[in-house]
């Protein structure tokens, strides 16, 4: 059985080109091993309350970050670049095999930026399972 996670990361990687990127469940660990990463981090969130105890409505929060020291090499634009593919992608392909519906919630959030200088963007989405 897949989880709402499970979901999501297949339905990304089916229509968002994510080479290059890594995928952590939760945030990564900051090491000089993965200083040059740039990852893609998803969390499950609870959502609205299950329709007829059948129908899930999860939430999902998503953080695009990019490489350590990403703001000061000037990757905060292709980082933002890449997370609107993402939001772009639901809004054109909001449905696939186990997921009704993807949908947006909200805008993109940030930039941010890591201890370690890594830029940040933050997206949530509602799934429809």
């Known amino acids: 059985m897949s989880t709402p996670a499970d979901k999501f990361l297949d339905w990304l990687q089916l229509y968002v080109d994510t080479s290059g990127y890594s995928m952590s469940r939760g945030m990564w660990i900051?090491?000089?091993?993965?200083?040059g990463k740039k990852?893609?981090?998803?969390?499950?969130?609870?959502?609205?309350?299950?329709?007829?105890?059948?129908?899930q409505?999860?939430?999902?929060?998503?953080?695009?970050?990019?490489?350590?020291?990403?703001?000061?090499?000037?990757?905060?634009p292709?980082?933002?670049?890449?997370?609107?593919?993402?939001i772009n992608a639901a809004i054109e392909h909001h449905a696939s095999g186990c997921i009704a519906n993807v949908r947006p919630i909200g805008s993109?959030?940030?930039p941010y930026y890591t201890e370690a200088?890594?830029?940040?963007?933050?997206?949530?989405?509602?799934?429809?399972?």
Do not use: H
Not at 40 to 53: D, E, F, H, L, N
Not at 57 to 76: F, M, Q, S
Not at 117 to 129: A, C
């Open 78 to 86: 292709a980082v933002e670049v890449f997370a609107d593919g993402i």
């Open 108 to 110: 993109i959030q940030g």
């Open 39 to 55: 990852y893609v981090a998803v969390w499950i969130q609870s959502g609205r309350s299950p329709v007829a105890g059948v129908v």
């Open 117 to 129: 200088g890594r830029p940040w963007y933050e997206l949530n989405f509602e799934l429809l399972t």
């Open 57 to 76: 409505y999860p939430n999902i929060r998503l953080i695009v970050a990019g490489t350590r020291d990403g703001r000061n090499k000037g990757e905060t």
């Open 30 to 35: 900051e090491s000089d091993a993965n200083s």
